[in-house]
């Protein structure tokens, strides 16, 4: 079963174009990886700044890959300093109504 996962990347005021340029890196090779199905980048429009990720992974251990790839690592280290606070990772758990 795909795991599907929500990210929230909130860049302090003034460092939203550093933290857009190091996300938009991250796309691409993203979305290359074995197991990962869709990745979509998006900043909000209620709340300027506020990057989400949209994703779906083959597998919990996909994503789990995916946070170790140096790609990932790279992004982080570009946005160190400029985040309000660390990524709210969210995997989503679908309730069936």
């Known amino acids: 079963m795909s795991i599907q996962v929500v990210?929230?990347?909130t860049a302090k005021p003034g460092s939203?174009?550093?933290v857009r340029a190091a996300?938009?890196?991250?796309v691409a090779?993203?979305?290359a990886e074995e197991g990962c199905l869709s990745y979509s980048l998006s900043e909000s429009s209620a709340a300027p700044g506020a990057f989400i990720t949209?994703?779906?992974w083959s597998?919990?251990?996909?994503?789990?890959?995916?946070l170790q790839t140096s790609h990932v690592q790279t992004a982080?280290?570009?946005?160190?300093?400029h985040l309000t606070e660390?990524?709210?990772?969210?995997?989503?758990?679908?309730?069936d109504a």
């Open 54 to 56: 949209v994703e779906e």
């Open 16 to 18: 939203e174009d550093v």
């Open 86 to 95: 660390p990524p709210a990772i969210h995997p989503l758990r679908p309730i």
């Open 7 to 9: 990210a929230v990347i």
């Open 59 to 66: 597998a919990e251990a996909d994503l789990g890959t995916h």
């Open 23 to 26: 996300l938009t890196d991250l």
């Open 29 to 31: 090779p993203t979305r």
């Open 76 to 81: 982080l280290a570009a946005a160190d300093g």
